[in-house]
């Protein structure tokens, strides 16, 4: 199934044949919104290009945030806000094999990777020109100094650059919606936007699916009841395998989380006309990388060996069963060495940062995953404001030192957020915060069905020739979890796996028909 707004995305190509151009597609894009930041400077989430019949100019916001594609191959040039829509505008399709062994572990790309060697993301704060047959990039990671505040001066600081970041970003009209969690980011934009009596007109809440306990749905109410704000509580799709097809297209095949926001997307789409995310709250809690083992291998430069303890510890998979899964003629490219070669890269570019884990952190997990959840699954909604990559807020919380967020370098203390929020908003301070301990749910038989749909699915496409996919190893697995709705193997990780790689091949040859859901 390739949702309907993959395709349809806009697509500009220049061909050139000899001293004539040949350009199809729009002349002019723009995705997103700008506004004024300190000193005059553009701040917003975008993406644009312009041709004025002889130069093409591609730029992309600070952050390289909203989604934005190209692909330049000999004397052609296209660029499209979809990776889908630059395959079918005719983009080359041989895998980047470096960048996909990094993603099978970690579930996301890292720096302007894609799964296409040909086909890459407008970097950060980048601009791409095209002028008279000659191609020019320029953009990059921002790393801001490092500052030693006090933790009491550093949470003052993030309380007032946040009101200010809120207010540079008033609501375009009165239909604004706040997803809320029972977290603190949404809740953080919440209150603020309470407190300046601005509330939303209704704040709304998807659970997760299993085995995440089920936090959100009791926290967000209670949050919404005392901010005086109406709250709705949206029923999860009972199977997580139609969102599953659909996440995977609409996030241009660069994410493997996401399917549980898709009944989210459907509620909004159409409703809202500004909803405010929290993408980039991350910013002022510890994340997954950190550790004091992991630091003190950034500054011995031991790079390769903290990139192959990082993704022992985060893979998404089973080494032994991943090189099952994928066919014989790409299991040493698609390697764990190859992997921590790839990984051990990108990690060398965020040593000169103050908090070089944060760093890396920001700049491929949240960029290239996270954001495609506002910036890409969310594209229906016309406005879609993230308080928290305001200029001067990213600066000034990437320029903290890690031990001021957590004094313990704990990767679950999320303190400094949390006692920002209330010192900032003490009439909210009796709102519980969810329950990282909350006993999960049981994903069996959830986990079951979705193995089920997925072997229905992939079974009767068995004959696809896969370039990838281990389809002899994959589909007696699959076959058998039909009958043994319980055979762990076929119901965990290897029906999500198996259903990128054979979307992703079916992406590379243009087979639509084959992405069909029915």
Not at 212 to 239: F, K, M, T, Y
Not at 284 to 310: D, H
Not at 329 to 346: I, M, N, Q, T, W
Not at 441 to 449: L, T, V
């Amino acid at each position: 199934m390739i949702p309907a707004g993959s395709r349809d995305e806009p697509c500009f190509t220049l061909t050139q044949r000899g001293s004539a151009v040949a350009a199809s597609g729009p002349a002019h894009f723009f995705r997103g919104h700008r506004i004024t930041a300190t000193g005059g400077s553009p701040d917003g989430i975008f993406a644009e290009w312009s041709w004025d019949g002889r130069r093409l100019t591609v730029r992309g916001d600070r952050y390289g945030a909203s989604p934005l594609f190209y692909a330049h191959d000999g004397d052609r040039l296209s660029v499209s806000p979809s990776l889908v829509r630059l395959v079918d505008a005719g983009a080359p399709t041989e895998f980047d094999e470096a960048a996909l062994a990094v993603f099978l572990r970690l579930g996301f790309f890292l720096g302007d990777d894609t799964p296409f060697r040909s086909i890459r993301t407008v970097p950060p704060d980048g601009t791409l020109i095209w002028d008279e047959g000659v191609v020019s990039l320029s953009g990059g990671y921002r790393f801001v100094p490092p500052q030693r505040l006090s933790r009491d001066a550093a949470i003052d600081g993030f309380i007032d650059l946040f009101r200010q970041a809120m207010r540079r970003r008033p609501p375009v009209e009165d239909d604004v919606v706040v997803p809320l969690s029972g977290g603190r980011d949404s809740r953080h934009i919440l209150f603020e936007l309470c407190e300046s009596g601005r509330a939303p007109r209704y704040t709304v809440t998807i659970p997760r699916y299993p085995p995440r306990a089920s936090e959100d749905e009791r926290i967000a109410p209670i949050i919404a009841r005392e901010a005086g704000v109406p709250h709705i509580l949206l029923a999860q799709s009972e199977s997580r395998f139609l969102p599953e097809l659909r996440k995977n297209l609409d996030t241009h095949l660069c994410a493997d989380e996401h399917a549980w926001y898709v009944r989210m997307v459907d509620e909004l789409a159409g409703k809202a006309g500004t909803m405010y995310d929290g993408l980039g709250g991350a910013l002022s809690v510890p994340n997954r990388f950190l550790s004091r083992e992991a630091l003190a291998l950034f500054e011995a430069g031991r790079l390769r060996e903290l990139a192959a303890r990082l993704l022992h510890s985060l893979s998404r998979s089973n080494e032994r069963f991943l090189m099952q899964v994928i066919r014989e003629p790409f299991r040493a490219a698609l390697s764990f060495d190859r992997a921590v070669d790839h990984f051990a890269g990108e990690l060398e570019r965020h040593r000169a940062a103050a908090d070089p884990i944060k760093s890396f952190n920001f700049w491929n997990r949240i960029r290239r995953e996270l954001a495609l959840v506002p910036y890409g699954m969310m594209r229906a909604v016309p406005t879609v404001y993230s308080p928290y990559l305001d200029h001067d807020l990213y600066d000034f919380l990437s320029s903290l030192a890690p031990e001021v967020m957590s004094p313990t370098l704990s990767a679950s203390d999320k303190s400094f957020h949390s006692e920002a929020v209330l010192r900032g908003y003490p009439r909210f301070a009796h709102i519980p915060f969810e329950d990282k301990a909350a006993p999960t749910r049981d994903p069996r038989a959830a986990d079951a069905q979705f193995g089920a749909d997925a072997a229905r699915y992939l079974l009767p496409r068995a004959g696809f020739s896969a370039r990838l996919l281990n389809a002899r190893y994959v589909m007696p697995r699959l076959a058998y979890g039909l009958a043994r709705r319980r055979y762990r193997e076929a119901t965990t990780w290897l029906p999500a796996v198996a259903l990128y790689l054979f979307q992703l091949d079916a992406v590379a040859r243009r087979n639509h028909t084959a992405l069909r859901a029915a």
